[in-house]
């Protein structure tokens, strides 16, 4: 059994079609793709940290998908933010994080005119949310990074200030969490053999959707979110999507088959 | 103590501050609010009844904030919805509802024009979920009711085709949960001593943002949903929310304090 997946073309027409005969917006998806963003290892553990009895807490660490940054780990929250849609959802996830009492930090040096993402970063200046110019002094400073930086519609050359990023992103001890695409990876035939994401392996991937080709050669805890495609759509194009459970937005699936674990 | 509640007024100016200086779309507040109404009951019931051991669902059970609705009980979910914002909220949430493995019914007789809310009634047909125009033989077949027909800024008299539909709301013995407040009622002094809505008292209340004046007339189970608003506009607005659990998006608060259960 190999993976399925979605190609850049489909997973572009795909959108395209959520917003026309599915009807949504690109505020709604963006706010459905960053909720989604914030479950892996950042939901149940919180709840088991906070609210359940130790022996409850025990029972659901056999759940292995809620394990990937307790909150016991460290609050600090490094938020890597492209110019694009990939961007936008880390924008959203941060906001979320801020209210499940994480500490985020943006950097976002392209700041684009786009009127919904100036106003996502509206939004997290209102919580006092701190934007950095300064990723290398972040990255010494935090417990966990997410990679907003580039997503399935990244082709060709990383462009500045991007390169020196991600070239820390490889380097760095510090476990990292790629939105939809590990930054830099061509979307299908995955990690650059040179240039600044050679060597970057993420230590997790959040597929939006349905996991892309480049996954193909993801070797990390893998993730698949985005619990409102309809049917008719998951039909029209192939998607064999995992059995999401309770109200998760989220499901770990084995990285070489997609199946649940 | 006192319950603190937000009048009309301030609930109307606090919503175009976020629309403001907040950064919001109504697209997103909408659909963070309708993600919140799925919370009550519905949330952590659906979690213990499928993925956890039966020790862990009874440890569980003694939050009682996760005992109104499990699916256990019955899937069928009627949502009543009316003409504005409150009508909105509900159709969100049917179609979280319906991801959630529920099988919600819509009665929605007063389609607007909106172009917001034709897309999200768009997004519950492309799931396939029903639309009903005869409310008297729906709620003979549902399991729980979701009162999503007027909001905070409904004044004067209930009008057609909604008296019919409020009278059996008020007679039903089916359980019903209102959004925001129970449809019919004044915003400030709470159930109408005549009219349709007279003896009309849901079972549980979703009160978005901060508690209306009218939530001292009701002693039904109460919670308080919208986690996303920050701290400068609880500030300004004199707002004591309660503190919201792990990603909990709805906390359980005491009907005569206000104060987390």
Same mark, same amino acid.
């Given at each position: 059994?190999?993976?399925?997946?979605?190609?850049?073309?489909?997973?572009? &027409?795909?959108?395209?079609?959520?917003?026309?005969?599915?009807?949504?917006?690109?505020?709604? +998806?963006?706010?459905?793709?960053? #909720?989604?963003? #914030?479950?892996?290892?950042?939901?149940?553990? +919180?709840?088991?940290?906070?609210? +359940?009895? !130790? &022996?409850?807490?025990?029972?659901?660490?056999?759940?292995?998908?809620?394990?990937?940054?307790?909150? $016991?780990?460290?609050?600090?929250?490094?938020?890597? #933010?492209?110019?694009?849609?990939?961007?936008?959802?880390?924008?959203?996830?941060?906001?979320?994080?801020?209210?499940? $009492?994480?500490?985020?930090?943006?950097?976002?040096?392209?700041?684009?005119?786009?009127?919904?993402?100036?106003?996502?970063?509206?939004?997290? =200046?209102?919580?006092?949310?701190?934007?950095?110019?300064?990723?290398?002094?972040?990255?010494?400073?935090?417990?966990?990074?997410?990679? &907003?930086?580039? /997503?399935? $519609?990244?082709? @060709?050359?990383?462009?500045?200030?991007?390169?020196?990023?991600?070239?820390?992103?490889?380097?760095? =001890?510090?476990?990292?969490?790629?939105?939809?695409?590990?930054?830099?990876?061509?979307?299908?035939?995955?990690?650059?053999?040179?240039?600044?994401?050679?060597?970057?392996? !993420?230590?997790?991937?959040? $597929?939006?959707?349905?996991?892309?080709?480049? &996954?193909?050669?993801?070797?990390?805890?893998?993730?698949? @979110?985005?619990?409102?495609?309809?049917?008719?759509? #998951?039909?029209?194009? @192939?998607?064999?999507?995992?059995?999401?459970?309770?109200?998760?937005?989220?499901?770990?699936?084995?990285?070489?088959? /997609?199946?649940?674990?």
């Amino acid at each position: 059994m190999t993976l399925k997946t979605l190609s850049a073309k489909s997973a572009t &027409a795909l959108d395209k079609e959520l917003m026309s005969s599915g009807g949504f917006s690109i505020d709604q +998806l963006m706010e459905l793709a960053g #909720c989604a963003l #914030c479950f892996p290892g950042w939901y149940m553990t +919180l709840f088991t940290d906070m609210t +359940l009895s !130790p &022996a409850t807490a025990a029972d659901a660490s056999t759940n292995q998908v809620y394990k990937l940054h307790p909150p $016991s780990q460290g609050r600090e929250i490094l938020i890597a #933010c492209g110019p694009g849609n990939n961007g936008g959802d880390g924008l959203v996830a941060a906001r979320h994080l801020y209210h499940y $009492s994480y500490r985020p930090t943006i950097y976002y040096p392209k700041q684009s005119s786009n009127e919904l993402y100036q106003r996502l970063a509206t939004q997290l =200046r209102t919580l006092g949310v701190p934007f950095t110019d300064d990723f290398p002094n972040a990255l010494k400073h935090t417990h966990h990074v997410v990679d &907003a930086i580039f /997503g399935f $519609s990244f082709s @060709g050359e990383v462009r500045e200030p991007f390169p020196a990023v991600i070239r820390a992103l490889a380097e760095t =001890r510090v476990p990292v969490t790629s939105v939809d695409v590990p930054s830099s990876w061509d979307v299908e035939t995955g990690p650059p053999a040179e240039g600044p994401g050679k060597g970057f392996f !993420p230590h997790a991937l959040v $597929s939006l959707t349905a996991p892309k080709p480049l &996954a193909r050669f993801f070797a990390g805890r893998h993730f698949v @979110g985005g619990r409102f495609v309809a049917p008719y759509i #998951c039909e029209k194009y @192939g998607l064999e999507l995992p059995e999401y459970e309770g109200v998760d937005q989220i499901v770990e699936v084995d990285a070489k088959t /997609g199946q649940k674990l």
